[in-house]
């Protein structure tokens, strides 16, 4: 079965602090791999999208990273700011016309 | 803002109505896809249409239907309302297909009461 598994669920930093979301994907055939940024009640916004050959994506402060061979990507934020404060997504896009949503991560950053 | 629009953007209806939602792509993109998000869950994809055409098919309700339009406008037909569909639905467009980078409108909220 096609799956996207985020980690954490939710994380809670202090401003200016650095973080790491992680995903999880187990979708084939592999296209690849995206990651959005949603505030509350609003629409996603795309970050990064990754082809199974690249390694890493940078987007300012937000870098992104795959693993193709693990199945692994991570979405690092350095210098966190209040406005960082959202879910970020993780979305696999595999075969022909097939998206798989991660759950999410709930991210809060506090003064 | 990324182009794309959606009307209206609050809905509230009675159980066993019938609603339609109202999605324009930016200009130039051909693709329109639609997602359901419940209160705190995942996007959850619905249909795609490409040019016209339905595209591919996710978790959509018999009840639910949708068209994309010569204009390529699209709408999304809600019918035989439950408490439970009560979700913000979003509409997103790409220039061709899904592995372009998709474009997300600002959603609908329904409530259905």
């Known amino acids: 079965k096609n799956q996207v598994e985020q980690s954490p669920q939710s994380l809670i930093i202090l401003e200016g602090k650095n973080c790491t979301l992680q995903?999880?994907?187990?979708?084939?055939?592999?296209?690849?791999l995206r990651w959005y940024k949603q505030d509350t009640g609003r629409g996603p916004v795309s970050l990064t999208i990754?082809?199974?050959?690249?390694n890493t994506k940078s987007n300012g402060r937000y870098t992104a990273t795959l693993d193709a061979d693990t199945k692994q990507s991570s979405l690092h934020i350095t210098a966190s700011q209040l406005s960082d404060s959202a879910s970020y997504i993780c979305?696999?896009?595999?075969?022909?016309?097939?998206?798989?949503f991660g759950t999410g991560t709930r991210l809060t950053i506090i003064p | 803002d990324s182009g794309v629009t959606q009307t209206p953007k609050h809905l509230i209806t009675a159980t066993g109505q019938r609603v339609t939602l109202r999605c324009s792509p930016r200009?130039?993109?051909?693709?329109v896809y639609w997602y359901q998000q419940s209160l705190d869950q995942g996007l959850q994809f619905l249909i795609q249409?490409?040019?016209?055409?339905?595209?591919a098919k996710g978790n959509i309700l018999e009840r639910f239907s949708a068209q994309q339009f010569p204009d390529l406008h699209s709408e999304l037909n809600l019918s035989s309302l439950e408490l439970g569909d009560s979700a913000l639905y979003f509409c997103?467009?790409?220039?061709?297909?899904?592995?372009?980078?998709?474009?997300f409108g600002p959603g609908t909220r329904l409530t259905v009461l």
């Open positions: 995903c999880n994907y187990t979708v084939s055939p592999f296209s690849n």
């Open positions: 249409y490409y040019n016209g055409e339905e595209r």
């Open positions: 200009s130039g993109d051909l693709s």
């Open positions: 990754m082809t199974f050959s690249e």
């Open positions: 979305v696999a896009h595999f075969g022909n016309e097939k998206l798989t």
């Open positions: 997103a467009s790409s220039v061709k297909l899904s592995y372009n980078e998709q474009f």
